[in-house]
Every structure is written in structure tokens, then in C-alpha cells.
């Protein structure tokens, strides 16, 4: 074998999080003395799937029995996606990706904090936004303290928690108040807070965006330049309307729709490991099905989930080996991995001139 066949054969391989073969991912295979050295770039970060990545491709080789060693170098550098027509990509912030729900209470707060941490434990620079004016819920469960800092020029600095940096409408307001905002009043505030917190180095900016689908989501879909967005719905029948209108409401923007995420899905059994579906199986896929998107993974009803979180110490960051903690870094490389393969931002920047008289 050769070393185009053998980047050939190792380009052929499907990756899962991307639903795409490795295709250019692959820079290099160098094969010498029935050893292989293989040089793999993937667009987005898998921290978590590296050393499977290299088994697959260890075995992948080996197969035709020319090669018996090989080892695998496994990067990954992300890039900035397109976002809906005309915006300008947020300053420091690579890619946003919106985590909507048709309605509340499915544990979109849930998912958006623990869809951070697994991208930041994946390798990512990440940043949270919580623009839920009708329950912020990160400080609680990020375990945020105090208030934010300003700069000089009033700029708002981002607040830290467990690595990632974070921005709440919580921390901002009277949330009491906030709750009785028209639309505009609303929106505004919101976008304001985006475009004022002072983010820095971010590859991810998960925006935890209010439930529902009315008027004040339908404009910051329209004005938040979203490279990505998911849904988080529950399982039962009745959840397809709401994922429906989720997807609808972006579409109407051309935001893409990277997949629904199932939470409180199954069951998985503390003694044997044993996951049940809890509504039936097969709902999760039905709805992603009807809802036309991908369905990016199933996450269990874990009483782990809710206690962590809600004690401002998420699963994936207090028990990353928890069988939860594994699903949401799984999700978190699906997320970011579909991302991957929209396309890329092409804008170039104009140069800022300066006139001097
Ligand atoms: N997978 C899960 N297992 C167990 N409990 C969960 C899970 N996901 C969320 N919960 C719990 O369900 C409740 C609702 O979750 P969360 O606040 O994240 O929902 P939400 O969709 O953001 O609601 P809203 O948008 O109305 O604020 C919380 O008490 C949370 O701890």
C-alpha cells in the first residue's frame, strides 16, 4: 500500500459526529516499513473521541495485513461559520450556537450548560449567554456569584464559571421586571447584552435563548448572528408541534438547524447500565424525522442531572465519568461536529481606515 491509498483509505472512514466521511480531515499518511503515520485535522474539537478515532483508523489499515504499526496525530482547529445573511459576526466570538425549546421546562437551561461544558471539555474555548428573560437560570446553574465588572468605556465583562465565560440577563436586571417586558423592550435589552459583554477568544458562544417560538425569538433569531441552532425537546408525541416551530422559526431566518436533542428520554439503570426508553422507543427519531432535522442524541431523566446542575456544579463538570456526563460530550462532538459542515464565513473584513487631516 502505498500513501494514497492508504490516505484514501483512511479518508473513507465515516465520522459519526459529522455524519461525513473524514475526507480532507485527513493532511497526511506516510507508510514505510509496515509502519503507518497518520496526520488527522478534524473543524471541530474531540477530546473525548481521539483515541477511538485512532483505533478506527489503527484497524482501518491493518485490515489488508501490509501495515503492522501505526500511529495517529489527531488535531483540530475551528473555524468561523456563516451566519444569516448580512450580520456581523459578534466580536471575539467565533460561532454562536442558539439552544431553542417550543415550550418550556424540557431542560433547555439544562442541555445549554451542560452542552457547554462537554464543548469546553472537548477542547473548545466556550462562552454561555442566557438570554431566558422569563427564568435565567445559568447563575443558579453555573453557581455564579456577584455581580459583573464594567470597563472604562462600559463594556461588560464576561463572568467565569468552571472555565467557560458567561453572560446573564440575570445578573443585568431585575428579572421580576424583566418578566414583564414587551417584545421590543425585550429584544432590545437582550441584543444590547450581546453586543456589549466583551468576549474574548471564544470557538463557542451557546445562547440559551427563552422557550417558545413567539415574537421576542423570531427577532433575536433574526439579529444575533447564529452560525448554528438546536432544539431541546422531550420525547412524548405532542412534542412534535413544538420542534416543529422551533425549526420553522429558524428556517424563516436561515439560521441552519443542526438537529433536536431528546432530553429526559430514557431510563439508564444505576445497578446494570441497562437504558430504557421512557415514553416508547423510537420517539426521539420519529420527531426529528417529522421535524426534518437530524436527531442529535438522546440524554437520560437522571435524578445526577438535576441535582449537580442545580447545586451550580453541572454533570459533565462533577462526574465526568457519570454515564450522563459521556452523553452530553457525545452530543456536545455531534453539535459541533454538524456545525462543522456548514459552510464557512467568507466575509472579508474591510480594513478600518483611518483619516488623518
Ligand atoms: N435529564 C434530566 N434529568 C433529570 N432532571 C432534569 C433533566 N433535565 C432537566 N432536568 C430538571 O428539569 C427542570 C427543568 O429544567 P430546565 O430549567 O433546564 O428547563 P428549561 O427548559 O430551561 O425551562 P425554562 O426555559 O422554562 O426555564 C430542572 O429542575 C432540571 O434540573
Redesign the pocket.
Known amino acids: 500500500m502505498n500513501n494514497e491509498e492508504g490516505k484514501s483509505l483512511v479518508a473513507a472512514i465515516e465520522d459519526p459526529n459529522t455524519g461525513r466521511p473524514l475526507g480532507d480531515g485527513v493532511r497526511g499518511v506516510v507508510i514505510r516499513d509496515r509502519r503507518a503515520a497518520v496526520d488527522i485535522r478534524l473543524s471541530y474539537p474531540a477530546a473525548g473521541w481521539k483515541d477511538e478515532l485512532a483505533g478506527l483508523v489503527s484497524d482501518r489499515l491493518r485490515a489488508g495485513g501490509e501495515v503492522d504499526e501505526v500511529t495517529v496525530d489527531v488535531d483540530w482547529q475551528i473555524p468561523q461559520h456563516a451566519v444569516q445573511g448580512g450580520l456581523d459576526p459578534i466580536e471575539g466570538v467565533r460561532n454562536v450556537i442558539a439552544v431553542a425549546?417550543g415550550k418550556?421546562?424540557?431542560?433547555?437551561?439544562?442541555?445549554?450548560a451542560n452542552l457547554a461544558l462537554a464543548l469546553a471539555a472537548e477542547g473548545a474555548t466556550v462562552g454561555v449567554l442566557d438570554a431566558?428573560i422569563?427564568?435565567p437560570?445559568q447563575p443558579r446553574?453555573l453557581g455564579l456569584e456577584g455581580g459583573p465588572k464594567t470597563t472604562d468605556n462600559r463594556r461588560i465583562l464576561p463572568m467565569r464559571a468552571h472555565g467557560l465565560q458567561v453572560m446573564s440577563i440575570g445578573v443585568l436586571v431585575d428579572t421580576d421586571q424583566a418578566m414583564i417586558w414587551r417584545g421590543p423592550m425585550a429584544t432590545q435589552a437582550l441584543q444590547q447584552m450581546v453586543s456589549e459583554t466583551l468576549w474574548e477568544g471564544l470557538d463557542y458562544l451557546v445562547i440559551?435563548l427563552?422557550?417558545g417560538t413567539g415574537d421576542i425569538q423570531l427577532t433575536l433569531a433574526q439579529r444575533i448572528p447564529v452560525a448554528g441552532a438546536v432544539t431541546?425537546t422531550t420525547p412524548q408525541q405532542v412534542a412534535v408541534d413544538d420542534v416543529r416551530r422551533a425549526v420553522a422559526m429558524f428556517n424563516k431566518v436561515k439560521v441552519p438547524v443542526l438537529g433536536v436533542i431528546e432530553?429526559?428520554s430514557t431510563h439508564i439503570c444505576s445497578n446494570c447500565g441497562h437504558e430504557d426508553p421512557v415514553f416508547g422507543r423510537g420517539g426521539g427519531e420519529r420527531i426529528a424525522r417529522e421535524a426534518g432535522v437530524p436527531n442529535l442524541g438522546q440524554?437520560?431523566?437522571?435524578?445526577e442531572?438535576?441535582?449537580t446542575?442545580?447545586r451550580g456544579t453541572p454533570i459533565v463538570v462533577a462526574e465526568p465519568d457519570h454515564p450522563?456526563a459521556i452523553r452530553f460530550r457525545e452530543i456536545a462532538r455531534r453539535v459541533a461536529g454538524r456545525l462543522s459542515t456548514q459552510s464557512r464565513e467568507s466575509k472579508v473584513r474591510m480594513p478600518k481606515i483611518r483619516i488623518t487631516d
Do not use: C, H, I
Request: proline share 9%; charged share 20%.
Open positions: 425549546s418550556g421546562g424540557v431542560g433547555k437551561s439544562t442541555v445549554s431566558d422569563y427564568g437560570s446553574m440559551d427563552p422557550p431541546v432530553n429526559m440524554l437520560p431523566l437522571e435524578s442531572v438535576g441535582r446542575t442545580d450522563a
